[in-house]
């Protein structure tokens, strides 16, 4: 088993940086592929970026290439998003996901989630 704890959401400007960051508990973590998904109120959930299992092969949404970087830690268990130029649009609660065999931008594909943090960009 798996548990994940994500950390570091907040209020920022529109401009801003912000990194998110998720703890995981289990031995299993380095064998398992991670992801970032985001849920703005009223919608479904949706894939912002993922990473391979040892952190060589990264994927990320286009509505967030070339301003949010994923990246691993295995040695300590994280897995963190480097958000930069925040727009209001990325307003969101954020998850982090892991799964033993899957990786893709599928809500369906992971089985271990976190409980989200909530960031909101303001105009």
């Known amino acids: 088993q798996v548990q994940l704890r994500e950390s570091g959401g907040g209020l920022v400007q529109a401009g801003a940086s912000l990194r998110l960051s998720c703890g995981a508990s289990?031995?299993?973590?380095?064998?398992?592929?991670a992801a970032w998904f985001r849920q703005h109120p009223g919608k479904e959930r949706e894939f912002v970026a993922s990473?391979?299992?040892?952190?060589?092969?990264?994927y990320y949404a286009d509505s967030v290439k070339g301003r949010f970087t994923i990246s691993r830690d295995n040695a300590k268990s994280t897995v963190s998003l480097q958000m930069s130029s925040l727009k209001p649009d990325d307003t969101a609660v954020y998850f982090c996901?892991?799964?033993?065999?899957?990786?893709?931008?599928?809500?369906?594909?992971?089985?271990?989630w976190g409980q989200g943090t909530q960031v909101t960009v303001s105009s």
């Open positions: 289990g031995r299993a973590f380095s064998n398992c592929y």
């Open positions: 996901a892991a799964d033993l065999n899957h990786s893709g931008g599928s809500v369906p594909l992971y089985y271990f």
């Open positions: 990473i391979s299992r040892g952190g060589s092969t990264t």
